[in-house]
């Protein structure tokens, strides 16, 4: 079964607010991505609102629900008040949790389930009790006992941060330790009964691989490669091109 493709949004978010006009329309490149076969959209509502616009969630939940009832709905955050206030009125279907600093300029790191065990285990449990998928933005080369950690949190999944590999992208011999690093997490992952996501500097190019190493992968999150991609090709025939990379596992 391929990973499943969630279109990130942010990047279209981005371009929109250099001016204070609607276009491009998010929701509209979020309906031809989901028209042309993605499984889901996700945004990342960063506290600066830099590109995903707190306003912006609602409509990209009636979209889905009015005309893909079939896809989800993948809201990507860390996990403050007011960031598990805003999942809790837009309903996604699943909620991937980040240890992002505010003022990151991207997500470039996974948690320290250890260390954050205490903070992650009540909010966890808060979103698990309103019906949330949960997914925990992890490592590569996250530990044994790191993933015990994660999976004590009660989450349902693992969000592999792929930068590393995705940054391998001109050494193909770093691009094979990276793969080598995220297969073994993703194993070890799945022998807790953790789910595996995957996302960061995903690319046409460099997701076959990661998808035959990881064949039990479920979902794939892709904005930054993928918008470049469709500004070139058009984001549908690019949603195509990205569903055929994940069929490549
Ligand atoms: C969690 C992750 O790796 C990305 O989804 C992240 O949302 C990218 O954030 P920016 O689009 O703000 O770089
Ligand atoms: N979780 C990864 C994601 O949603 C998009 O990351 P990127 O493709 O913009 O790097």
Redo the contacts with the bound molecule.
């Keep these: 079964m391929p990973a499943k493709l969630s279109v990130?949004l942010?990047?279209v978010a981005?371009l929109r607010n250099r001016r204070d006009l609607p276009w491009p329309s998010v929701t509209g490149l979020g309906r031809i991505a989901l028209q042309a076969g993605a499984h889901g959209l996700?945004?990342?509502p960063?506290p600066d609102e830099?590109?995903i616009r707190f306003s912006d969630l609602p409509a990209i939940r009636a979209l889905i629900d009015d005309s893909f009832p079939d896809r989800e709905f993948n809201v990507?955050?860390y996990p403050s008040e007011a960031f598990l206030r805003l999942v809790e009125e837009n309903q996604p279907e699943q909620v991937?949790l980040?240890p992002?600093d505010p003022a990151q300029?991207?997500?470039?790191h996974g948690w320290d389930f250890a260390a954050a065990a205490a903070f992650l285990g009540p909010v966890v449990k808060r979103l698990k009790r309103k019906g949330f998928r949960v997914s925990l933005?992890c490592n590569p080369d996250e530990s044994e006992a790191g993933l015990r950690a994660a999976r004590e949190t009660g989450a349902d999944r693992v969000?592999l941060?792929?930068?590393p590999y995705g940054a391998s992208h001109d050494d193909p011999e770093r691009a094979e330790r990276e793969l080598d690093k995220l297969a073994r997490t993703a194993e070890a992952a799945a022998a807790l009964g953790l789910g595996v996501n995957a996302?960061?500097?995903l690319t046409v190019a460099n997701l076959p691989a990661l998808a035959r190493r990881i064949p039990f992968l479920a979902e794939v999150?892709i904005?930054?490669g993928l918008t470049a991609d469709a500004l070139e090709h058009g984001m549908a025939a690019t949603v195509r091109r990205f569903l055929d990379a994940c069929a490549a596992g």
Excluded: K, P
């Design positions: 990130n942010n990047a981005m996700t945004v990342h960063r830099r590109h990507e955050g991937t980040v992002d300029a991207t997500s470039d933005f969000e941060y792929t930068g996302g960061h500097d999150s904005g930054h």
